[in-house]
């Protein structure tokens, strides 16, 4: 008998009965008890009136109840569609326009949120909780198979797009990822993306094809999942690269160890290598990429036994990788040729629901998949990715389609155009940024702008930054150019719409006060800014990137000013943050003492260690005072100085030359005032990428 999903289900409930199948943060369920609930979950949908062949919209947490509730669909042979829980009423309605559901699933929290989506649509919304917890005449477990799963993705056009897979589809490629992992039932697989995702289900699903326990996590959390992977049980760690860049990073008690753990696999996006080395540091493993599409699942992954590479590793049992030439994908490039990636797989989906245009571009008549990456093929088989042909931006290995942003942004009354792009972002990949023309009035603030997304779009969809243009740069043919906007967004300091909020503006706005020594400033990126005005500590720690050496260990700074600009740089690069403040008590660190244009005193230095490579970070420097006595610091512990910036440069005080003549390290700084009694005068400020 051909096997399908509930076949994996009801051999691991007869073999392994008292196992752990599934488990979230608040409950587990044994083979035996997800039977139970499975079956439990059947009777009550089909007595609702949920029938074979009718698409469902799914939409819980990614826990436990998820994927019973999705094998029990199964069960009753409904086409599961399944949508973010934290998806807007406007993409649930668009969700179930497009595959045309007759029911949706969800809890009573977000019922009537699904009413309201729902509402032009014969579709009653079914609470999963009313499932009850007795066995109410249990419905038999029907194998089903055929048009199973819709998974959602986006392609060049810029439009979401849904895919519709069978049964044959999940099957193949759960044996296939079991496979290549070497699941065992032993193993125990933590999956830190959402299951509604392909990434997670083919990994949730080869789970159950191999009788291996698998935890979810209905949001990622890092110290849920250190506290799971030192459990001693799970032996495979999944998710996106910023799972792995913040695990890297976090404080966790000396000697924490994941002892179980054999894999750690990347996939959604590119890995930066310095994060495959944090993390290996950390938890003694290397982590491994996979490569994967909506359009049929994962394809490819890294040899676990082998070390970790550049590439995304080999095909898994059962695809085929073939590079083409990207305007004739009828022309197979030779190995080591860069390429577009083609994709050929048993049982591989053949169309978009309802969009036949796009459909015929990626789906050719042979059965390969367009995936619209470039990459190549070396002479081990190992598939290495270059870059994208498509236009999506890619959040933290989730994918945002511009033409969906725009189509928001359009909304608002006084736009009267607008376009989405990605720029590179060190945290999350890439992040949304959007350019407007206003029409003729008031131009909208950057809050009022960001409001109006928020409130229908995820979260991750919505622009982290806006830019007024007076027209968009056009191409000869009079197609956009996108590529001159973000050279232009790249190029700008500012990150407001109105363009006043740079640096200097804030400077010449500040005020001015006597410390009983020299005039000085009210600080306002940093002592006020982080909670009023975000955006411009963003934009300072963005000029902090681009004009320091960041190849080191530790960012020093001083506690007091320095807090807000050194955790903005340590979350967005990845690098520890050490830090020198001030103890009412003695501690076990280095002491030194300091003296600045407010106060003197002592500083603590924790968490710089001899042979460090340190970059040290001031917000202000005037008379040199703290980050003199820092560099000493540095110096005395055995560490060494690999670069030094102070945003703001107070002239007048003679800081910098200070540090330099003590020290023999030069500062570098953005931003040159004097401070005069009554206003701050800009003397000079350093073009983007070029320190003073």
Request: neutral net charge.
């Amino acid at each position: 008998m051909e096997p399908d999903l509930l076949s994996f289900l009801e051999e691991n409930a007869a073999r392994l009965p008292a196992q752990r199948a599934y488990a979230d943060p608040c409950r587990s369920l044994t083979w035996r008890d997800l039977r139970d609930e499975v079956t439990r979950v059947t009777s009550f949908l089909a007595g609702a009136g949920v029938v074979p062949g009718v698409p469902v919209l799914l939409c819980l947490p990614s826990d436990v109840t998820w994927i019973a509730t999705f094998l029990a669909l199964r069960c009753c042979g409904c086409v599961v569609v399944p949508e973010a829980w934290t998806a807007s009423v406007r993409e649930l309605e668009m969700t179930a326009r497009t595959c045309k559901v007759r029911f949706a699933v969800t809890t009573a929290e977000k019922q009537e949120e699904l009413r309201s989506a729902l509402e032009a649509f014969p579709a009653p919304v079914l609470v999963v909780s009313d499932t009850g917890t007795g066995p109410r005449s249990p419905a038999p477990l029907r194998r089903t198979l055929g048009p199973a799963l819709v998974h959602q993705t986006s392609g060049s056009s810029g439009l979401r797009k849904w895919i519709l897979r069978d049964e044959r589809n999940l099957v193949d490629e759960a044996r296939a990822v079991a496979a290549a992992l070497r699941l065992v039932p032993r193993d125990g697989v933590l999956c830190t993306t959402p299951v509604h995702h392909s990434f997670a289900s083919g990994l949730a699903l080869a789970s159950l094809s191999a009788g291996a326990a698998c935890w979810l996590l209905p949001k990622f959390r890092a110290a849920t999942t250190v506290k799971w992977l030192t459990s001693g049980e799970i032996t495979i760690l999944a998710g996106v690269p910023y799972v792995y860049q913040v695990l890297s990073t976090i404080t966790v008690a000396a000697g924490t160890r994941a002892s179980a753990l054999r894999a750690a696999i990347s996939g959604g996006a590119h890995l930066p290598r310095p994060w495959v080395k944090a993390f290996e540091q950390r938890f003694g493993l290397s982590v491994h990429q996979e490569y994967g599409l909506s359009e049929g699942g994962i394809v490819s992954l890294e040899d676990l036994l082998s070390l970790s590479s550049a590439s995304v590793g080999t095909a898994i049992p059962g695809v085929r990788i073939s590079i083409v030439d990207p305007e004739d994908p009828a022309r197979t490039l030779p190995d080591g040729t860069v390429g577009e990636v083609l994709v050929e797989r048993q049982w591989a989906p053949r169309s978009y629901m309802g969009a036949s245009d796009e459909s015929a571009r990626t789906f050719l008549p042979d059965g390969r998949v367009r995936t619209g990456d470039l990459g190549r093929v070396d002479e081990a088989g190992r598939l290495h990715l270059i870059g994208r042909l498509k236009q999506m931006i890619n959040v933290s290995g989730t994918k945002v389609a511009p033409r969906e942003v725009e189509d928001v942004l359009l909304s608002f009354p006084t736009v009267q155009e607008a376009v989405v792009v990605g720029l590179p972002d060190r945290l999350s990949g890439e992040s949304v940024a959007a350019a407007v023309v206003f029409r003729p009035g008031e131009p909208p603030s950057t809050a009022e702008l960001r409001s109006f997304c928020r409130g229908r779009l995820s979260d991750y969809k919505t622009p982290r930054r806006f830019t007024s243009l007076e027209c968009m740069p056009r191409t000869t043919t009079g197609k956009i150019d996108r590529e001159a906007i973000v050279r232009t967004m790249q190029a700008a300091d500012d990150q407001s719409v109105n363009g006043t909020d740079t640096l200097r503006a804030v400077y010449e706005r500040a005020n001015v006060v006597f410390s009983g020594r020299f005039y000085t400033t009210v600080n306002e990126f940093t002592d006020q800014i982080p909670a009023l005005r975000p955006e411009v500590l963003r934009m300072v720690t963005n000029l902090a990137m681009k004009n320091l050496a960041l190849e080191c260990d530790k960012l020093l700074v001083e506690e007091e000013k320095g807090a807000a600009l050194g955790a903005a740089l340590s979350l967005a690069t990845g690098i520890p943050l050490a830090m020198a403040r001030s103890y009412p008590y003695e501690i076990p660190s280095i002491k030194i003492a300091y003296d600045s244009e407010y106060v003197g005193g002592h500083l603590y230095v924790n968490g710089v260690e001899p042979n460090d490579r340190v970059v040290i970070v001031e917000d202000t420097i005037s008379t040199g005072g703290v980050l003199t006595a820092l560099i000493r610091a540095v110096q005395g512990i055995g560490a060494r100085v690999h670069d030094a910036l102070a945003i703001v440069e107070k002239v007048e005080n003679g800081g910098v030359a200070r540090v330099l003549k003590e020290t023999g390290v030069r500062v570098k700084t953005l931003l040159r005032v004097r401070v005069e009694k009554d206003r701050v005068v800009v003397v000079e400020a350093a073009g983007e990428g070029v320190a003073r």
